[in-house]
T-cell receptor
């Protein structure tokens, strides 16, 4: 089955530690995205990539980093510079007609 | 700043009724419009795409688009308790070469048995 996988589903970290969230897709989509969702809030774009080895900052990129070495993979690192990292993180990929499909998400808790 | 506005709700409708969800957007150049359903604690799921003015029907769902008024809506006929969720409206960014979507904050729908 084609789809997007994210791992882990839940992640707990201590403040000051970097953490990497995994996102893999087998839909053969060129474009991939990372969003953050906080309770009662909409989706906020962190980073996106339209092609391998290229990515752009979204609205809230500070404290995050990404890489895009393979078409299928777009990992997100939440660094210790991110002031409020506890959130629901969503990865998506899109068709050429802009339809975005989401993975199941990773819920990160930093204490 | 491109904006997508939705009434946050909650919108409560009785089972079997028609639920009407509305969305307005600011980017006049947008050409692609989407509705997502998000159950509590889950990720958004694409349920409807619409690209031209008028109505598009898929089962119990109808999307309506009016580009002149910058307005898109979603009708859910014969609403079921399983339709209770938050519905997100999304609109493509018309900037050159951009594959970004701008999402509304969502309307929470509650279908009362």
């Amino acid at each position: 089955d084609g789809g997007i996988t994210q791992s882990p589903k839940y992640l707990f970290r201590k403040e000051g530690q970097n953490v990497t969230l995994s996102c893999e897709q087998n839909l053969n989509h060129d474009a991939m995205y990372w969003y953050r969702q906080d309770p009662g809030q909409g989706l906020r774009l962190i980073y996106y990539s339209q092609i391998v080895n290229d990515f752009q900052k979204g609205d809230i990129a500070e404290g995050y980093s990404v890489s895009r070495e393979k078409k299928e993979s777009f990992p997100l690192t939440v660094t210790s510079a991110q002031k409020n990292p506890t959130a629901f993180y969503l990865c998506a990929s899109s068709t050429p007609t802009y339809e975005q499909y989401f993975g199941p998400g990773t819920r990160l808790t930093v204490t | 700043q491109k904006e997508v506005e939705q009434n946050s709700g909650p919108l409560s409708v009785p089972e079997g009724a028609i639920a009407s969800l509305n969305c307005t957007y600011s980017d006049r150049g947008s050409q692609s419009f989407f509705w997502y359903r998000q159950y509590s604690g889950k990720s958004p799921e694409l349920i409807m795409s619409i690209y031209s003015n008028g109505d598009k029907e898929d089962g119990r769902f109808t999307a309506q688009l009016n580009k002149a008024s910058q307005y898109v809506s979603l009708l859910i006929r014969d609403s079921q308790p399983s339709d209770s969720a938050t519905y997100l409206c999304a609109v493509n960014d018309s900037g050159a070469g951009s594959y970004q979507l701008t999402f509304g904050k969502g309307t929470k729908l509650s279908v009362i048995p």
